[in-house]
């Protein structure tokens, strides 16, 4: 298996925008739900959002409203639209298949 790996991690300023990918294998993405979750510095890993195989999307209060979760079966590789965003939001972004399969992470920094 081929673990899964996050991209478009970088610095935003407050209320500004980006998109993170987690490009996967077929075997993995095919047959798991697929999430992102996040570790700011000091706290726990949290759960953030995820899309099972069909589709469904499920979101942190602390997210919803301003997180969007896709998928591209297409291209084994799912998103993470991020808007308005502020500097809580700053963490390491992990994608992951199922509870086995984990990306390295990408780094969110959002700050003026």
């Known amino acids: 298996q081929v673990q899964p790996v996050e991209s478009g991690g970088g610095l935003v300023q407050p209320g500004g925008s980006l998109r993170l990918s987690c490009a996967a294998s077929?075997?993995?993405?095919?047959?798991?739900?697929m999430g992102w979750h996040r570790q700011a510095p000091g706290k726990q890993r949290e759960w953030v959002a995820s899309?099972?195989?069909?589709?469904?999307?499920n979101y942190a209060d602390s997210v919803k409203g301003r997180f969007t979760i896709s998928r591209d079966n297409a291209k084994n590789t799912v998103y993470l639209q991020m808007n308005s965003l502020k500097p809580e939001d700053t963490a390491v972004y992990y994608c992951?298949?199922?509870?086995?399969?984990w990306g390295q992470g990408t780094q969110v920094t959002v700050s003026s």
């Open positions: 992951n298949g199922g509870p086995l399969y």
């Open positions: 077929g075997s993995i993405f095919s047959f798991n739900t």
């Open positions: 899309i099972t195989i069909g589709g469904i999307t």
